[in-house]
C-alpha cells in the first residue's frame, strides 16, 4: 500500500516536472525541468496556450526557478495599493481600448506580411497599445519629417498617448513608480542592472527603472518570447480587472506552469522563456481584464544614454511642434476623454502606431 502511494506521488510530481519544492518564509519554493525540448517549443511558436500544456497554476506567493538554478518568476498577492490602481485604470482605459494590429504575431498570425491579402483575410485587430517613449519612427511619422524638412536624431519620440493626454499621463505614474518599487524589492540584481542603465536616460517614466509600457485589455497572447526591452533586467506584469472572468492565466508551457494574476498582484518573470496567456472567458461582457507591462526599450536607451535633460526637452518640442504643422485646422476631436487636441495630430499618431511591432 505505502509503495504504490510512494509511485502515485512519483508519477505526479514527475508528470509536473517539479524537480523541488519547499516553503521558504512563507513562500512557496520550486524547481522545475522542462516538459517540451528547445526544439518542441519552436513547433508551439505563436500558438495560443492550451490547458493541456499547464501542469500547475500558481494563485499563492510563490518563486519558481529552472532545474539550472535561473530564476523563471517571482509572483506575490495583494502588494498594490487600491487607491492607485484605480487611478490608474481610470485614466487609462479608454485609450487602452483603442484597437491596433501591430502585434500580429502574438495575436495568432502566421506571418508579418501586410500585403493587400493579409490585410483583408488575416489581421487581428486587439487593444493593445503603449505608453511612456518609444524608439523608432513609423512611415508616417517618416514622411512628415522629409516634409518639413526636419531631421529628428535621434530618431525617438514621446507616445502619441503622453502628446495627446499629458496630465491623464501623469495621473499613471504613483502606479508605475509602485511598480518599481516591489521591482527593487523582490529582483534586486536584475533591477539594478535595469535602473543603471534607465539613470542614464531622460527619455524614461519618472524616476524609475521604465522607458515604456504597453497596455493590454482582454488580450489572448500566442506562445512567444519578448524582444526589445533590456535582456539584462526582468519583465512584469500586472492586472486590473472589472467584471467577472476567468482564465487569462500567464504561462510558462515549456515548464507547465502557469500564474494567475489578479487585481493587487505583481508577477515578475523571464520573459525571455517562452510564455502566452490562456483564454479569457468573460462572464459579463463588460469585464475588462487590463494588462500592464513595464520595461526598459533597450535601443532608445542606447540612442539616448548620455543626452541632457535639455537635449530631451527641445527633441520632444520639436515632435510635438511638427505635428501641429500636420493639417491644424481640422476639427478636434476628444477620443481619450478629459483633453482635447487637434484631430489630424491623433490620426496621425494612431497611423503611426499601427504597424509597430513591440
Known sequence: MIYHCYFIIYLYFN???????????GIDVYYVKKNISDAGMEKHKHQFVTPSLIDIIINDDTDVYTDDNRLLLKFRKGKLSKEKIDTFYENMIDFARTTSTNRRLTSGLKTKSRSKKAKTDKDIAAMTNIVGYFDSLGPSQKMLLKKHGVKLNPAVRETRFNMLYPEKFKKLIPLIREIDTYYEKIVPDHYKRQH???KQTYFKIADTAFTTVTTNVNYKTTIHTDRGDDAEGFGNLV???????TGGETCFPQY???????TG????????EWHGNLPIHLENKDAVRLSIVCYLRHRLWQKTRGKTKKFMKKHIA?????HELNNANKPSSNKG???SKDHSVGEFLLGAEKGMLY
Open 239 to 245: 492586472v486590473i480587472e472589472r467584471g467577472k472572468y
Open 15 to 25: 508528470t509536473l516536472m517539479i524537480v523541488k519544492h519547499e516553503k521558504k518564509g
Open 256 to 262: 507547465g506552469v502557469g500564474v494567475n494574476v489578479r
Open 318 to 322: 520639436t515632435y510635438r511642434r511638427l
Open 265 to 272: 498582484d505583481v508577477l515578475f518573470m523571464d520573459v525571455h
Open 337 to 339: 476623454g478629459g483633453e
Open 196 to 198: 543603471r542603465k534607465a
